[in-house]
């Protein structure tokens, strides 16, 4: 089992940052790739990022290139999301997720375990 808990979401104005950690517990993380996704109201849930167990992989939405930036930092079990430039249409609950599998899977059947969510609201 993997408990994964996100937080860092907020309210934030158009052209703004923040920065989304997810802390994972039980087994071991460096064994799963993690993904963020997101979802806007009535709106199916998307990928937005994603990073290899080994870090040499990332993948994102092309509606994220360039403006956010998926990390993990090993020692302290935490997968980061920096996002920057937010627009109003990245406004969304974002979940983090778990997947425990080579490469960055773009799907999220492929992910077993998923956070709660923290909600992301960016005014314009």
Not at 26 to 52: D, H, L, N, T
Request: proline share 2%; net charge neutral.
């Amino acid at each position: 089992q993997v408990q994964l808990v996100e937080s860092g979401g907020g309210l934030v104005q158009a052209g703004g940052s923040l920065r989304l950690s997810c802390v994972a517990s039980g087994r071991a993380f460096s064994s799963y790739a993690m993904g963020w996704f997101r979802q806007a109201p009535g709106k199916e849930r998307e990928f937005v990022a994603g990073i290899s167990q080994s870090v040499i992989n990332t993948q994102y939405a092309d509606s994220v290139k360039g403006r956010f930036t998926i990390s993990r930092e090993y020692g302290k079990n935490t997968v980061y999301l920096q996002m920057n430039s937010l627009k109003p249409e990245d406004t969304a609950v974002y979940y983090c997720a778990a997947a425990h599998t080579m490469g960055v899977p773009l799907l999220e059947g492929a992910y077993e375990y998923w956070g709660q969510g923290t909600q992301v609201t960016v005014s314009s």
